[in-house]
């Protein structure tokens, strides 16, 4: 089971930026693949984006490549989410998640077996 704290999230304008991040323990961080996910009010919970064990896998969801970044630090055992260019629509729960087992990158949230407990983005006009 992994430990999972999320921060760094706020209110910001639209055009803006935030970096989230996620910090981990409890399982060897380097064996966990990362998925970041997102809630907003009245909707399902979204798939972000997902890094392998080692960083050089990742992958976004349509609606944020381009402008969200995933990356991790094996050394602080800790995931980030840069987001950039925010929109409105990108107002939400951030959740970060980890899988155990297979490196996998994961979209949906069956995929993954731990979670932090979020941290909310509100983008204003």
């Known amino acids: 089971q992994v430990h999972l704290v999320e921060s760094g999230g706020g209110l910001v304008q639209a055009g803006g930026s935030l970096r989230l991040s996620c910090a981990t323990s409890g399982r060897t961080f380097n064996t966990v693949v990362i998925g970041w996910f997102r809630q907003a009010p009245g909707k399902e919970r979204e798939w972000v984006a997902a890094i392998s064990w080692t960083g050089t896998g990742r992958m976004y969801a349509d609606s944020v490549k381009g402008r969200f970044t995933i990356s991790r630090d094996n050394a602080k055992n800790t995931a980030y989410l840069q987001i950039n260019s925010l929109k409105r629509e990108d107002t939400a729960l951030y959740y970060c998640?980890?899988?155990?087992?297979?490196?996998?990158?994961?979209?949906?949230?069956?995929?993954?077996?731990?979670w932090g407990q979020g941290t909310q983005v509100t983008v204003s006009s």
């Open positions: 998640a980890a899988r155990s087992g297979r490196d996998y990158l994961g979209r949906d949230v069956t995929d993954y077996d731990s």
